[in-house]
């Protein structure tokens, strides 16, 4: 099993992106009665991130880097 260690962050932006996606994880689990985390990760991926400055959605940016990975490969 991999180790992984969290910091703090000094960027608002992040901040303020890790705080509205935990609002909004709440809201969606209420009221569609969902217990499942991949349908909450799969609603929360597409959600606009201002962090992200290429295509500005978690899911969209995945693919933009898998497909930079297998060109590079």
Not at 26 to 33: G, L, N, T, V
Not at 49 to 54: D, I
């Amino acid at each position: 099993m991999t180790e992984h260690c969290l910091e703090k962050t000094a960027s608002r932006s992040v901040l303020g992106t890790t705080n509205d996606f935990s609002y909004l994880a709440d809201a969606y689990r209420e009221q569609r009665s969902v217990d499942d985390l991949v349908d909450l990760s799969r609603y929360l991926a597409h959600t606009p991130c201002g962090p992200l400055h290429g295509h500005g959605f978690p899911d969209l940016e995945l693919k933009a880097l898998a497909a930079r990975a297998l060109d590079a490969s």
